[in-house]
């Protein structure tokens, strides 16, 4: 396992990031995304310069990893996500998803 550095986390100061998941036919798979997103996300160097890239290779290199260990335990969970990440340097905010999730932003109670 990786660990994140105190240089890390100090590029990090002005980011807030939330992350949703929604398991079905049992929680191992929500639970293990809900332990390992965000540190994935974070470990990776592209996330200031490149947020949407990061994003999708991050989540296809998660996928490949969560199903070979789904599939070692013949554990039938699944989920759907969604990772939204405001970058408070550029006032930017990326989301994404994965499955039938989806996000809505409303500003003024209008979406």
Known sequence: MHSITDQQLAQYRQFSAVCVFDGHSGDACSEWLA???LREILLQPSLISAPKQTLV???ERMDAKLCRLLRETDEPSGSTAI???YNGHNNTLV???VGD???VLSRGGTA
């Open 95 to 97: 989301v994404a998803n």
């Open 101 to 103: 999730s989806r996000c």
């Open 83 to 85: 990772v939204a990440i």
């Open 57 to 59: 290779q991050t989540f």
């Open 35 to 37: 332990i390992n997103t």
